[in-house]
Structure formats: structure tokens, C-alpha cells
């Protein structure tokens, strides 16, 4: 059972431009949403995360935005870089104990 | 210094062969995570320690045994390899707590012929 769907799968944006990935969980219980980049051949890394009492959280480029009542969120990436082109996972979790659920990834190639 | 080191990085080895994977890590955590990545590149926990103590078992087939010796250590033995059980297994710590940054290693890469 896929309780985080994330999409698209791939992505292609022009240097410049604003990448913007979609996720919607099912989960109510879910109460942290974290986003994680990953590079090839590299583990994940946390990009930026949120919780469900604010609608939006931006750090740099990279900006979250929350819509608890869709349970939908969304990662924008400003000024898309060649350096951003990675994949990314959305991610939820609850509980002390971090039983994360990721999404499928989107790979986004950002091209000069 | 690397935060979570695991060994080996790559790995191919025929079918029916024990194998293990051995993930350490240096962050002081209280947590450690074993997740499987397949082809699709689809990420799933398997395992999660925390203090040594097994908290976290997903349905993973019993041919496959987490050890952690202590709480820096989680080590992953799988017996009777299947073509299936290639993928990049990833060791991951963090320290307990809703939303405590989890911190992935680089990955072993496991190829069963």
C-alpha cells in the first residue's frame, strides 16, 4: 500500500526555471514531512522538512508548501541549477520512532 | 570523518550465498535504520534499532537478520541469496524524537547472479 504518492516521476527544467515535485499522503497520522535529496551513487540527505501546523517553509531555493486539508504538499525549487539535478523523495512519518514513508522519487534533470 | 560508514559499498555473489553488511555509525544516535532501495529506486524500511533493541521489523523475508551489538553498530546478515534481493541497502541513524534528522550512509550495492 503506497501511503505517500509523489509525482512526477522525471523532470526536465531549463537553468533558471522552477522545479516543482508533488506529493499527497493518506495518513492523517502523519505529523512530519521531510524532503530528501539524493544523488547518484549517494545515500539520501534531508533537504528540508515541515509539520502540519504551518502552511510554509522556505529555506533558500527550496520552499515546502502544506495543504493539510488536501493532505497534498509540495516541494518548489527556485532558480532551478544544474547542481540541483538529483532525485528527490518526499517522505512522512509519525511516532518517536521515525517509521518514514517515502514516496517513489522524481528525477529532475535541470539542463543548461 | 564519515557519519554512517557501511561496508562493503559493492557486492555480487551467486544465488544461495550468506552475505552480510556491516553499517557504523559516529553521530552518538540512539537510532539505526537498515531501508532497501530497488531499481525503481523505490526506498523501504526494513529494520530500525534503537538502543539495541529491535523496534521496527517490516515484513521482510526471515532470511534476513539485523545484529546490533551496540548502539553505534547495525549490521544486516542475509542467508540464501535470491536474484530478488538485489538492490542498494542503506544503514541510516538518527536520534529518537518526531522528526530528528535521519542520516543515510552511502549505500552497499548487492548484485545476486
Known amino acids: 500500500q503506497q501511503q505517500v504518492k509523489q509525482s512526477p516521476q522525471s523532470l526536465i527544467v531549463q537553468k533558471g526555471g522552477i522545479s516543482i515535485i508533488n506529493c499527497a499522503y493518506e495518513n492523517t497520522a502523519f505529523d512530519y514531512f521531510p524532503w530528501y535529496q539524493q544523488f547518484p551513487g549517494k545515500g539520501p540527505a534531508l533537504l528540508i522538512a515541515i509539520r502540519p501546523d504551518v502552511s510554509e517553509k522556505k529555506e533558500g531555493r527550496f520552499t515546502i508548501s502544506f495543504n493539510k486539508s488536501a493532505k497534498q504538499f509540495s516541494l518548489h525549487i527556485m532558480d532551478s541549477q544544474p547542481g540541483d539535478s538529483a532525485t528527490y523523495f518526499c517522505?512522512?512519518?509519525?511516532?518517536?520512532?521515525?517509521?518514514?514513508?517515502f514516496g517513489t522519487g522524481t528525477k529532475l534533470q535541470v539542463i543548461p | 570523518d564519515t557519519a554512517v560508514s557501511q561496508t562493503p559499498k559493492y557486492l555480487v555473489t551467486q544465488m544461495g550465498n550468506d552475505k552480510s553488511i556491516k553499517c557504523e555509525q559516529n553521530l552518538g544516535h540512539d537510532t539505526m535504520y537498515w531501508y532497501k532501495q530497488d531499481s525503481k529506486k523505490f526506498l523501504k524500511i526494513m529494520f530500525s534499532y534503537n538502543n539495541k533493541e529491535l523496534i521496527i521489523n517490516e515484513t521482510v523475508p526471515n532470511r534476513f537478520s539485523p545484529k546490533s551489538p551496540d548502539k553505534a553498530h547495525l549490521n544486516l546478515h542475509i542467508n540464501s541469496l535470491e536474484l530478488g534481493d538485489s538492490a542498494v541497502y542503506f544503514c541510516?541513524?538518527?536520534?529518537?524524537?518526531?522528526?530528528?534528522?535521519?542520516?543515510f550512509g552511502e549505500g552497499s550495492w548487492l548484485t545476486v547472479v
Open positions: 517522505a512522512a512519518s509519525h511516532g518517536g520512532y521515525q517509521k518514514v514513508t
Open positions: 541510516a541513524s538518527s536520534q529518537k524524537g518526531a522528526g530528528n534528522t535521519i542520516y
